[in-house]
T-cell receptor, first 116, second 113 residues
Framework: SQQGEEDPQALSIQEGENATMNCSYKTSINNLQWYRQNSGRGLVHLILIRSNEREKHSGRLRVTLDTSKKSSSLLITASRAADTASYFCATDALGSGGTSYGKLTFGQGTILTVHP | SAVISQKPSRDICQRGTSLTIQCQVDSQVTMMFWYRQQPGQSLTLIATANQGSEATYESGFVIDKFPISRPNLTFSTLTVSNMSPEDSSIYLC??????????FGSGTRLTVV
């Protein structure tokens, strides 16, 4: 079963607006990653934030991580029609030995629609 | 980061038959992962494929249904056996990319009729 929960499930905005998506998870993590998927194709890695980081930026993307609340958010600023896609968070969990299992657990995803 | 070539990109298969999906990576990687994405759903890990050892399957997935081969560090196959319409999904392979996250193949869209 998927440990990640994302909200909202769907988000519809106008071009130029900001889009915020949230993700919650249940276990201790090594890192948390965000991916984009266009029309059921392969996933594209957007950004990775480590468990000891609280915020990270990449272009128009801003990711925050709150390990005490086991939650993360992805902000896309000044959205474009080309940002229309499904967005997934994925966690790389920590094993009992303090090392990563090396496999990802995905959230349910947010479908973002940006209207021109 | 690695580049993955996944084949076929899509297929329509008759129930009861099997389909083998291939992933070729342009660099040597220790671990490869196979995921299933059912229609409108998120990704679920099927198994982890390590070269030189048997694949490790997640709960709900068995080797008889999803046999995996990993003959070398750049190649893996996943077979979906004795297919039924419930197997209609997108299947994706993936390899770790360190600080760049994971690289995914372009996916195989399988429809079972």
């Amino acid at each position: 079963s998927q440990q990640g929960e994302e909200d909202p499930q769907a988000l519809s905005i106008q071009e130029g607006e900001n889009a915020t998506m949230n993700c919650s998870y249940k276990t201790s993590i090594n890192n948390l990653q965000w991916y984009r998927q266009n029309s059921g194709r392969g996933l594209v890695h957007l950004i990775l934030i480590r468990s000891n980081e609280r915020e990270k930026h990449s272009g128009r993307l801003r990711v925050t991580l709150d390990t005490s609340k086991k939650s993360s958010s992805l902000l896309i600023t000044a959205s474009r029609a080309a940002d229309t896609a499904s967005y997934f968070c994925a966690t790389d969990a920590l094993g009992s030995g303090g090392t990563s299992y090396g496999k990802l657990t995905f959230g349910q995803g947010t479908i973002l629609t940006v209207h021109p | 980061s690695a580049v993955i070539s996944q084949k076929p990109s899509r297929d329509i298969c008759q129930r009861g038959t099997s389909l083998t999906i291939q992933c070729q990576v342009d660099s040597q990687v220790t671990m490869m992962f196979w995921y299933r994405q059912q229609p409108g759903q998120s990704l679920t890990l099927i198994a982890t494929a390590n070269q030189g050892s048997e694949a490790t399957y997640e709960s709900g997935f068995v080797i008889d249904k999803f046999p995996i081969s990993r003959p070398n560090l750049t190649f893996s196959t996943l077979t979906v056996s004795n297919m039924s319409p419930e197997d209609s999904s997108i299947y994706l392979c993936s390899v770790p990319g360190g600080a760049y996250g994971y690289t995914f193949g372009s996916g195989t869209r399988l429809t079972v009729v």
